[in-house]
């Protein structure tokens, strides 16, 4: 029986569309019920969803954008962000809200305003 006709990639609709196929295919593979005729052509439709879901996901990643901030934690603009790494922290380091203030009162300074 040959493999269920699924669209390609090109007629998936979304990422996730395209990711649930993806599972359905390992799922059929790893079951070991295919003819080999059959695990070869669903295998390819499997590499083609898979660069379908891996452009996506570069394509999102490259829109990813963080506010950059100057020493005292105003925002001073966007930055496209093009890895997790780059992603700068939302407090300066010395207004984490884990030091005290100088007041000695125990309680933490007033918190920063991001806009």
Do not use: H, W
């Amino acid at each position: 029986m040959p493999p269920k006709s699924i669209p390609s990639p090109k007629n998936a609709q979304t990422f996730e569309t395209a990711l649930e196929r993806v599972e359905q295919i390992a799922a059929q593979m790893e079951s070991g019920s295919l003819p080999l005729e059959d695990l070869v052509v669903v295998y390819e439709e499997g590499l083609r969803l898979v660069r379908f879901c891996t452009e996506r996901l570069d394509d999102a990643e490259k829109r990813l954008q963080a506010i950059t901030r100057d020493a005292a934690g105003q925002p001073t603009g966007l930055a496209t962000i093009s890895s997790p790494d780059e992603i700068p922290s939302s407090t300066p380091p010395e207004s984490s809200g884990t030091e005290q203030d100088s007041g000695g009162t125990g309680t933490p300074s007033e918190p920063v305003r991001l806009f």
